[in-house]
């Protein structure tokens, strides 16, 4: 994992990292996000696995609105993300979602935010978000 973060939004803080297979020779590039806001009660495993199981509901709910698009309109995505455990020196674990990296990042565009801030330029992703 980087030590220094390559982005941030309102709640997490995002690294560059690569994932190794068992035999080490293949990596994968992938990004791993943390919580800003550190402490009793946050940071916590349980607080991953919800982000986790939030974009799989929104990579379901996506399919579904997929099906009833017209054919010459870009299908709606979301990455698949995980939950990673490691830990820190003192044995400590510190938790994180685990994401691949998206092939051109630094053109990634976020459409909604997670404080409420819409980008309107693309009228299907909000027709999906008004939707869902």
């Given at each position: 994992?980087?030590?220094?973060?390559?982005?941030?939004?309102?709640?997490?803080?995002?690294?560059?990292?690569?994932?190794?297979?068992?035999?080490?020779?293949?990596?994968?590039?992938?990004?791993?996000?943390?919580?800003?806001?550190?402490?009793?009660?946050?940071?916590?495993?349980?607080?991953?696995?919800?982000?986790?199981?939030?974009?799989?509901?929104?990579?379901?709910?996506?399919?579904?609105?997929?099906?009833?698009?017209?054919?010459?309109?870009?299908?709606?995505?979301?990455?698949?993300?995980?939950?990673?455990?490691?830990?820190?020196?003192?044995?400590?674990?510190?938790?994180?979602?685990?994401?691949?990296?998206?092939?051109?990042?630094?053109?990634?565009?976020?459409?909604?935010?997670?404080?409420g801030g819409v980008n309107i330029e693309e009228g299907?992703?909000?027709?999906?978000?008004?939707?869902?």
């Amino acid at each position: 994992m980087a030590k220094s973060p390559f982005s941030e939004g309102s709640q997490r803080i995002s690294y560059h990292g690569l994932k190794k297979k068992n035999d080490d020779a293949h990596s994968t590039r992938i990004v791993l996000k943390e919580f800003k806001h550190l402490g009793d009660g946050r940071d916590r495993r349980e607080d991953y696995v919800q982000i986790m199981e939030t974009q799989y509901v929104a990579r379901f709910m996506a399919h579904e609105f997929n099906k009833g698009i017209p054919k010459k309109y870009k299908k709606i995505t979301f990455v698949d993300v995980s939950v990673v455990q490691v830990f820190e020196s003192s044995g400590a674990p510190k938790y994180f979602n685990m994401e691949p990296l998206l092939p051109e990042y630094a053109k990634f565009k976020k459409w909604n935010t997670n404080i409420g801030g819409v980008n309107i330029e693309e009228g299907l992703i909000q027709a999906f978000s008004h939707w869902t």
